[in-house]
């Protein structure tokens, strides 16, 4: 794992977009993963501003879905498809059709789940995940003891997310209990995953990830096994970390010439 401490979220929202911009640049049809959540943001926002300008040709990528919301109604603001339309997919510039997501209000979610899974092999695999972090450790929304082999399922939510995304619904009670998530195994299947986190409420979630041992209670702590992790986090995230200052060494020598 490459972890980059960097001073706030803007400055790790131009890092990442940049990261993405030379990906699409190597290849133009990339399948993007993105994650919901406020954390993202400063890359979405960064990512439309270079298309603006002209420094980024988004016009063929693909993006896909993490994870989202069992049972809210179609076109909810909430959904996390209708998040990433208007967050991610609009500002770029694309149309539904770039888009692969899993469907929360299937019949049959289990089928659903199953079905997006394959749909992602069937797409070419994910080029470049990104990944937030939740306080208990969870990616997408695979939550604590997940297994680590886990593929894209229905998971119950934990009562600390479903406090943590709170702030997105009117109270907690609307907050669903139920989610369709790409697995652990699923996203450790994306060529390049990276995590990004911000904020002190972070710091002990990344602590464990990154420094504690692979264990499935702390699912974020997959990211050990794969060969191009990338994990991004501002200072107040990176208060916990006892080997901060061998990750600023570390990436202060990198050559330029290597990517993110
Ligand atoms: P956040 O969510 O970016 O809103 O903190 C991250 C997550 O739960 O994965």
């Given amino acids: 794992m490459e972890i980059v401490i960097v001073p706030d979220a803007s400055a790790a929202g131009e ?4 990261a993405i911009t030379d990906l699409l640049t190597d290849k133009p049809d990339a399948l ?16 439309a501003e270079r298309v603006r300008d002209g420094r980024l040709d988004a016009s063929r990528a693909r993006i896909c879905q ?14 996390y498809r209708s ?18 997501g899993p469907d929360g209000n299937a019949a049959d979610v289990a089928a659903a789940a199953t ?5 992602l092999a069937e797409a070419g695999g994910v080029d470049l995940q990104l990944l937030g972090i939740g306080t208990d450790g969870h990616i997408g929304f695979n939550e604590p003891c997940s ?42 299947e994306a060529r390049h995953l990276v995590l990004l986190a911000t904020g002190e409420a972070k710091a002990e979630a990344v602590a464990l990830a990154v420094e504690g041992p692979l ?15 990338t994990v991004v986090v501002d200072e107040a995230a990176a208060s916990r970390l006892k080997l901060a ?12 010439w290597q990517k993110l």
């Fill in 215 to 229: 264990a499935a209670a702390v699912p974020a702590s997959a990211l050990q096994l794969h060969p191009h992790a």
């Fill in 147 to 188: 297994s680590l082999a886990s593929r894209t399922r229905i998971k119950t939510l934990t009562r600390q997310t479903r406090v943590d995304n709170a702030r997105f619904f009117d109270s907690i009670d609307q907050v669903p209990h139920h989610v369709i998530t790409q697995g652990i195994g699923t996203i450790l």
């Fill in 245 to 256: 200052d061998y990750f600023r060494d570390t990436y202060a020598a990198k050559p330029a």
């Fill in 15 to 18: 890092l990442i977009a940049a």
């Fill in 66 to 79: 993490l994870d989202e919301y069992v049972g809210l109604p179609a076109g909810h603001p909430e959904s």
């Fill in 115 to 119: 079905a997006y899974d394959r749909a």
């Fill in 32 to 47: 993007l993963g993105v994650a919901t959540g406020s954390t993202p943001l400063p890359i979405y926002r960064s990512l």
């Fill in 83 to 100: 998040v990433v339309l208007r967050e991610v997919v609009e500002p770029l510039g694309l149309t539904e059709d770039s888009f692969l």
